[in-house]
């Protein structure tokens, strides 16, 4: 650890100088814990993961990332904006980190440095070590899924809407059906032991799926056939003995002749028989409905 930091510092900080007083440790540990040491209440591991070794992982993110040295002696700490430019890598943040510390304690040095922050570091890589394991095993016991719970997760992948659908219109060759069941079998881990059930399962209720559509299509052809029927029979009977047109004759007589073609004798003759003829005329389209139905 010493000879990796000695390597990078810069010359300037490597010079000899004049110190006029004892490095406060207390300082120095919040200045490179501002950078090093983020959320370590919650995450042992940080120091390990900060400006340790890349082999401890990721270090945990949270929306309440805060330095444990806020408060006291802040001045001494890393700024947030100073953090924004601060490399990733473990390795050249803990230079970087100390070379912004030395500037602010300039009566430490890179011993100083080593000295006390690297023991810091070491025992932070033993709790990294530790969370890698609890992690493994978090990691294994989520993934022991349930028959129940790989049933609903496979099922909600494959009808979603860039898939099969609910209605499973996407999937009516067994080729698509297969290429996204595939697809989702992959995508939900865990459920290697249950897929052959959950194919079975889905596959039947794709092919109910297919019968009912095909039950209710069959229904609805079959109601407008009845309803034309239907409608036929009405029709023919209204055609015997002329009811449709007399009906038709009727209706005309009553609301667009000014006499209601009521007969009007005159001289031995009905004077108002054109009244009769214009409206016959009208319903005549009546009897070459009823010639077409017969």
């Known amino acids: 650890m010493k000879v990796r930091i000695l390597f990078f510092l810069s010359p300037v ?12 440790v207390a300082n120095l540990t919040r200045c490179l814990d501002s950078a090093c040491a983020i959320n370590i209440g919650a995450n042992p591991a940080a120091r390990c993961q900060y400006c340790g070794s890349a082999s401890a992982g990721e270090p945990e993110k949270s929306t309440a990332m805060k330095s444990i040295s806020a408060g006291a002696s802040a001045k001494y700490n890393i700024s947030d904006k100073e953090l924004k430019k601060a490399p990733t890598d473990p390795g050249e943040r803990y230079v970087w980190a100390t070379q912004k510390c030395l500037e602010k304690l300039s009566e430490c040095t890179p011993d100083d440095v080593t000295d006390n922050y690297d023991t810091l570091i070491e025992q932070s890589c033993k709790a990294a070590g530790i969370s890698a394991e609890m992690a493994s095993l978090s990691k294994k016991v989520n993934t022991a899924k349930t028959q129940s719970s790989c049933n609903e997760e496979i099922t909600a992948c494959v009808i979603d809407t ?13 080729e698509s059906f297969d290429k996204y069941l595939s697809e989702c079998s992959v995508i939900s881990t865990g459920c290697e032991p249950f897929l052959s059930d959950i194919r079975t399962t889905l596959s039947s209720e794709r092919k109910t799926t ?37 009906s038709c004759v009727t209706r005309v007589c009553a609301n667009n002749m000014r006499n209601k073609c009521e007969k009007i004798i005159e001289n031995g003759q009905d004077i108002n028989q054109y009244e009769r003829t214009i409206a016959e005329n009208l319903c005549k389209f009546y009897d070459i409905a009823c010639d077409r139905l017969k």
Do not use: H, W
């Open 13 to 24: 900080l490597l010079t000899p100088t004049f110190v006029y007083g004892a490095c406060s």
């Open 162 to 174: 860039k898939r099969c659908m609910a209605d499973y219109r996407n999937c009516e060759s067994d």
């Open 210 to 246: 297919y019968a009912n559509a095909e039950k209710v299509l069959q229904s609805i052809i079959t109601a407008y056939q009845t309803a034309r029927e239907q409608k036929l029979i009405s029709a023919q009977s209204s055609c015997k003995n002329n009811k449709s047109k007399e």
